[in-house]
């Protein structure tokens, strides 16, 4: 019981409540880690079996489970490493961290950290890079299914660019892709992504692997980055010179779809943003990392609004993102809008966080929303959790407010509790 809201579609304006519902005395009914009956508490309480347990969060704000459509398992260490730039970020930093996940035990370590972060901050999907090694997937998946948490990710694909501790071969990639496939997709909720790093460090025989594996399993997921920073571009147009630009490496090798999450998407032409498009690719926008790196600004409401709109969705990046927290991304994601003389409302962004990510993933039948029938993963926010956000709270007068304040000040001390499956989720190293 508390104050619920679920969102229906992108609001159009601040003013458009039809876009979501919001019950001042609201309800969720659970059973069997799935949403059975929502609503106002009156009405659920008609369909609740006699003796059911009462949980009572108001005066907090329960939502649906956030969701972060980017972020990188292996880099929980490389967050705040102080790179001018994206490439000597990864040289430096990145890729160095990254080869240590070949070792069994430290990869486990790092997954039960993981968790515990996305538990504490209310993320309750995660599309996440392993590293390349195939025991980085396996700890990963390993812990998602121990926690019975909806997880997507992939074991990264690449084979050049890259120190030799971090590199597969087209055929390796294949091969321990397949294998992640065959031991996690569908086991509890895991689902397994197809992940060539980026075409820098794949060379065209893998990416041609990577073709034919989203070709054998059209299901599932595929994420890569794409168009994040100048140098980047100029060093992946000069890797396949015969590619009319980076997106058209991607589209050369199949790798363009409606299940095809691209990283970043900052500096696209008119003619990328057309064929993303087309194909209905997902642009993931990764604020925190973008500002972090000096990448740019994304272009967010260009994308949405042009004639030929392109699909969008939100991600921390972690770890060229430097918060894990959904909200502060969207904080970031807000000051990038205003940098670009562009508005981003409470409702908006609350949206992208949830239903917009899950339809970014086509998940929206299981997660992203109250609607019966859904996973029972939701969240409790508490817009007073600290003094300076108690002071603020005074003077919140409507549901906007509320959220922007959560948005502006929140981090993970705003996330009250975490349900997974029903079951209110703790951190397992710090309670
Ligand atoms: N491009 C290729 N790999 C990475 C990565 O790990 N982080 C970011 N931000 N960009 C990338
Ligand atoms: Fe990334």
Not at 154 to 167: I, S, T, Y
Not at 381 to 403: G, H, I, R, W
């Amino acid at each position: 019981r508390g104050r619920t809201l679920s969102f229906r579609r992108v609001p159009a304006s601040l003013d458009d409540a039809d876009a979501y519902s919001y019950e001042t005395d609201g309800a969720l009914l659970v059973e069997n880690g799935l949403i059975v009956a929502s609503g106002t508490y009156e009405a659920v309480k008609t369909q609740a079996p006699d003796g059911v347990p009462e949980i009572d969060h108001r005066p907090h704000l329960i939502l649906p489970g956030f969701i972060d459509t980017h972020l990188h398992f292996p880099q929980m260490q490389v967050i705040g490493s102080y790179a001018a730039n994206l490439l000597e970020w990864l040289n430096t930093y990145t890729f160095p961290e990254e080869c240590r996940f070949v070792e069994t035990a430290h990869a486990q370590r790092i997954a039960t950290h993981f968790f515990d972060e996305m538990v504490r901050h209310g993320t309750t999907t995660a599309v996440a890079y392993c590293s390349v090694h195939k025991t980085s997937a396996d700890a990963f998946f390993a812990e998602a299914l121990a926690r019975n948490m909806r997880m997507v990710a992939g074991k990264v694909m690449m084979d050049r660019n890259a120190p030799q501790g971090l590199l597969d071969t087209p055929q390796m990639g294949y091969d321990e892709t397949r294998a992640v496939i065959e031991q996690w997709h569908g086991k509890g909720r895991n689902h397994v992504a197809i992940t060539p790093r980026f075409a820098i460090t794949s060379t065209p025989e893998q990416m041609s692997a990577a073709g034919a594996l989203v070709r054998e399993f059209p299901d599932l997921h595929v994420q890569t980055h794409l168009s994040e920073n100048r140098d980047e571009i100029d060093f992946t147009c000069s890797l396949y010179p015969d590619a009319a630009d980076y997106t058209d490496v991607y589209a050369r090798y199949g790798l363009l779809g409606p299940k095809t999450l691209f990283g970043h998407c900052i500096h696209l032409s008119e003619r990328e943003m057309d064929a993303m498009s087309e194909t209905g690719s997902i642009a993931v926008h990764c604020p925190t990392s973008n500002l972090f790196l000096g990448s740019g600004l994304f272009p967010l409401k260009k994308l949405v609004n042009r004639e030929k709109p392109v699909r969008v969705s939100v991600a921390t990046d972690i770890g060229g993102g430097s918060s894990y927290s959904m909200l502060r991304t969207m904080d970031e994601a807000y000051k990038i809008q205003q940098l670009q003389g562009e508005r981003l409302n409470p409702f908006e962004s609350f949206y992208y966080m949830t239903l917009g990510n899950a339809e970014a993933l086509s998940l929206t039948d299981k997660i992203g929303t109250l609607e019966p029938g859904t996973d029972a993963d939701f969240i409790v926010l508490n817009m007073a959790a600290t003094p300076a956000m108690a002071l603020k709270a005074e003077v919140v007068t409507s549901l906007a407010d509320e959220l922007f304040l959560l948005q502006t000040m929140g981090d993970d001390r705003a996330i009250a509790e975490t349900y997974v499956a029903g079951m209110a989720a703790k951190a397992e190293l710090t309670g």
